[in-house]
């Protein structure tokens, strides 16, 4: 696949640099995130329960944040879509998403 992708840059004039491969448990959590990217997930007024507790508590686990806005299996897609979207944001490199995992909000994101 890459050797393809450098021979159509060169094709173009374009130059082709393959830098390297995200580390084993960040390209898991992304991967597993990525299945939460489309909207269709996303339940507005869970987002913004959601993104308010995180903002009034500054850190809390992905377990303590839903079951507090609802029904877990009902939550988690909202969450795991807000956490894609960078709206909050969690420590993705050193250990798989679990319930464990803490959330803030993304103080950067959408200024």
Do not use: K
């Amino acid at each position: 696949m890459f050797g393809e992708t450098a021979r159509v840059c060169e094709q173009v004039g374009w130059s082709y640099r393959r830098v390297g491969e995200l580390p084993p448990v960040r390209l898991s959590n992304l991967r597993w995130l990525a299945g939460y990217r489309h909207r269709r997930v996303f339940d507005v007024d869970v987002g913004r329960e959601l993104v308010t507790l995180v903002r009034g508590q500054g850190q809390v686990s992905i377990g303590e944040v839903a079951s507090r806005v609802g029904h877990p299996v009902a939550v988690l897609p909202s969450l795991f879509h807000l956490l894609w979207t960078h709206a909050l944001q969690t420590q993705l490199d050193e250990l798989l998403l679990s319930t464990e995992s803490m959330v803030t909000e993304n103080l950067c994101h959408g200024r």
